[in-house]
């Protein structure tokens, strides 16, 4: 059974920092592709940051610089390191593993 589950959403003051985690189980972690998404009340669901096996990156222009992605193999977690925090970074996020979504976990920027 195929299970992705994300944790970490929280909320914050503006600049404040999260690390959304992303842990993902009945599926191999071998030549994947995985990605953070997000989706602000009223907006559709958007890329935020993706992941290869390789280790490639890809990040919206939005949040480079301010967002990591990253892999903890042994673990089969992914993590979305979120930092300078913005108010129009307040979305549901949202992790997909291989076409598998989780259930999403609320971040709210806010002061």
């Known amino acids: 059974q195929v299970q992705v589950v994300e944790s970490g959403g929280d909320s914050v003051q503006p600049g404040g920092s999260l690390t959304l985690s992303c842990t993902v189980s009945?599926?191999?972690?071998?030549?994947?592709?995985m990605g953070w998404y997000r989706q602000a009340p009223g907006k559709q669901r958007e890329l935020v940051a993706q992941i290869l096996e390789s280790g490639m990156t890809n990040y919206a222009e939005s949040v480079k610089v301010r967002f990591a992605i990253m892999t903890n193999n042994p673990e089969n977690t992914i993590y979305l390191q979120m930092n300078s925090l913005k108010p129009e970074d307040t979305a549901v996020y949202y992790c997909?593993?291989?076409?598998?979504w989780g259930q999403g976990t609320q971040v709210t920027v806010s002061s």
């Open positions: 997909n593993f291989q076409g598998f």
């Open positions: 009945g599926l191999s972690f071998r030549n994947y592709v």
